[in-house]
């Protein structure tokens, strides 16, 4: 049974900065591309970030670019998102993301198959 689980959530103010974990288990972590999604109250999620298998390609939204970094570790079945300069437009449930698909596909949700269950992120202005 495949699971991902995030963590490292919280509540931070305007400018903080927060590293998430996923962590994965029941499944070949390193033959599986990567990616952070998140969802704001009221709206639909969205992409935030993304990484192949192999570590060597990473993908970011626009409204994320520069600020934040998505990395993972293969021994340790664990993707991360370093997020700085953290603005309240960031609070949402970020969900980590596992999935197979052809390149053409990493932005989206349909590009995943495996889901976390989410972590709540809230920035205080």
């Known amino acids: 049974q495949v699971e991902l689980v995030e963590s490292g959530g919280g509540l931070v103010q305007t400018g903080g900065s927060l590293r998430l974990s996923c962590a994965g288990s029941?499944?070949?972590?390193?033959?599986?591309?990567m990616a952070w999604f998140r969802q704001a109250p009221g709206k639909a999620r969205e992409f935030v970030a993304a990484i192949r298998r192999s570590g060597g390609y990473t993908y970011y939204a626009d409204s994320v670019k520069g600020r934040t970094t998505i990395s993972r570790d293969n021994g340790k079945n664990t993707v991360y998102l370093q997020m700085n300069s953290l603005t309240p437009e960031d609070t949402a449930v970020y969900y980590c993301?596992?999935?197979?698909?052809?390149?053409?596909?990493?932005?989206?949700?349909?590009?995943?198959?495996?889901w976390g269950q989410g972590t709540q992120v809230t920035v205080s202005s």
């Open positions: 029941g499944l070949t972590f390193n033959t599986y591309n």
């Open positions: 993301a596992a999935g197979q698909a052809v390149l053409s596909a990493t932005r989206v949700e349909e590009g995943y198959r495996y």
